[in-house]
Structures are given as C-alpha cells and as structure tokens.
C-alpha cells in the first residue's frame, strides 16, 4: 500500500484520488472518545461520516477501550448521539478480556480493578468477578496491609479506569500477584482523555495499570488495543479482512498501533489525544522501531469524509 506510515493529509489528494482508494475499503473501525465523541457530546463531523460510509456500504465498527460501561452501554450512547449502528458491531476492551478469559475456559474468580463496564461483560460470559469498595486507609498501612484478608479463589485480577482507585486498593492487588499463577489483565494503556480548554485530563485505566505494575514487578497482558486478540472473533468469523479495513483513531499509542498490529490500513483524526506534533515527535526521534505508529493518513477533523463521497 503507498501509502503505508506517510501521514497522507487526505485533504491534499484530488477528490478522485480518495474515492478510488475508499472504493477498497469494505470495513471501517471507529474509535470512540475523542473520535465518535468527546465526553457526552457528539464530534459532528464524525457522526456525518460514520453514517455516510453505512450508508455508502461500508461495515463499520465501534472498538473502544473504554470500560466505563459495557457493550450495551456503549451502544446505547451511540444510538443517542445520531449514530447508526448495533450490537454486533460494538467492539470494546471489557469485551476482549471477558473473551479471552471464557476462552481459556477460565473458572475461578476474578477480582476487578475497574467499573461496570468490564463486570457486565464477565458476567455476560458466566465469569464470576468481584470489586472492592473505596476502603479508607483507616489503620496503619503496615497492619492494613498484614491484616488484609484475601479470596483464595481468585485466579486473576482485572485493571481497568477505576475512578475510586486508591492506595488500599493498590495494596490489594499486589497482594494477590505475589501469587504468580494468579493472571495479570488490563483493558487498556490509555493515559486518560483531555477535557475542556486547559486539557485536563480525566484519567484512565493506564496510570492505575501501571501503579499496580511498578508495585508488583509483574507484567499485565494488555487485551485492548493496541492487542489484535481485541478483533479475533470478527476475524475468524470472516467479517473483517484486514487488507480491506481503515482504523480511525485519535491515539496513536492505542489506535495506530493495533492497525499495524492488526494489518489494517490506520487514519489518525485530530479530534482528540495526539496530534501531528506527536506524529513529527516519532518521525524525529530516529528509532525505526518507532516508525510503524506513524499513521498511513491523517485529518484534522472527519468532515471530508463525508463531503467526498456525498
Ligand atoms: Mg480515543
């Protein structure tokens, strides 16, 4: 593919140029904050070319990494901002762990690091998981920790954006990864998403992943993107030809990454998390290695999209 890793400003090709090349696009994957949305509100722009490409033939799906709510939930927010989608193509990170473990048939409990997003879909799947609620630190944290009482049948612990998530908390998870055999899981690396004008950032499952991986010494498996496992239904079910699929994402650490992971052609929206700084940052930095999270294309916002193929 030319374009492979180019950064292509779509806008600087000629109209005839871009229909040619969607015309081989059969599937197209949406990321969903700081693509589809941005907090409660909808991206325009985007909501105008998702429906168009529908309505062009195109299969598109949501793959989100957020785990704030489960697939239903995730659909229910779609449907309410405008977009035209279901169920079967709603693609999310609760999703991918709750699979993987149902895959290694996987019978013991899990204890979660995380909201509801990722207990639905455990349940959903006949996975027995429990959370703790915010404990405070209301003895020394010596004999918190020493008198801190654990549920042998926990065989794997499960991180996800926890907006309680505290030190007892901490403290709890790293007590049960002293035992090697118990599985280490996270949704998602995603540092947080940026609010408002300052960009603060509401903060996601990332930072809380890596407390309790700096803590135990142990290294979680990541089953969100930028994992493929994330699209290994679709894909052995033939719905998704990778060759044939555009990621569009605003991260180019989550998204980017798992279209090359996934061989998927990658388009990077600048509606959200990265920018073409940090595209010019990894082009600069002179680490090959590096080179395949530069997005083969690229736009500011998803409007041309639409207004190429109307
Ligand atoms: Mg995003």
């Not at 027995?128 to 209301?138: A, D, G, I, L």
């Not at 600048?270 to 920018?275: F, K, P, Y």
Request: hydrophobic letters at 40%.
């Amino acid at each position: 593919m030319m374009f492979k890793h180019s950064c292509t400003h779509l806008t600087t090709l000629t109209k005839q140029r871009v229909l040619q090349w969607l015309g081989t696009i059969e599937t197209v994957l949406f990321d969903a904050d700081g693509v589809l949305w941005d907090n409660d509100k909808p991206i325009a722009s985007a909501v105008n070319a998702f429906n168009t490409l529908r309505a062009a033939g195109k299969r598109n799906y949501i793959v989100t990494n957020n785990t704030t709510v489960s697939c239903d939930g995730i659909l229910k927010k779609a449907i309410s901002l405008g977009l035209e989608t279901d169920k079967d193509h709603i693609i999310s990170a609760s999703l991918s762990v709750a699979d993987y473990l149902a895959n290694k048939k996987f019978q013991k409990k899990v204890f979660l690091v995380g909201e509801s997003g990722i207990s639905e879909e455990l349940a959903n799947l006949d996975i027995c998981s429990f959370t703790v609620k915010p404990e405070p630190m209301n003895k020394s944290m010596k004999d918190f920790t020493l008198e801190l009482k654990l549920d042998p049948d926990v065989g794997a612990i499960v991180v996800g954006r926890d907006d309680n998530f505290n030190v007892p908390t901490l403290i709890r998870a790293n007590s049960y990864l002293q035992n090697r055999r118990i599985l280490f899981l996270g949704a998602g690396m995603d540092k947080g998403y940026p609010i408002g004008e300052n960009r603060r950032m509401v903060v996601g499952g990332g930072p809380i992943i890596a407390a309790i991986k700096t803590v135990s010494e142990r290294k979680p498996l990541i089953l969100g993107k930028p994992n493929p496992w994330m699209l290994r239904r679709p894909i052995s079910a033939g719905l998704i030809n990778p060759e044939t699929t555009l990621m569009i994402g605003d991260t180019i650490q989550t998204d980017i990454m798992f279209a090359y992971n996934t061989g998927c052609q990658s388009l990077l929206v600048g509606t959200g998390v990265s920018s073409l700084k940090d595209v010019a940052k990894i082009r600069n930095s002179g680490n090959d290695k590096m080179m395949v999270m530069v997005p083969d294309f690229y736009l500011p916002n998803l409007e041309p999209i639409s207004e190429h193929l109307c």
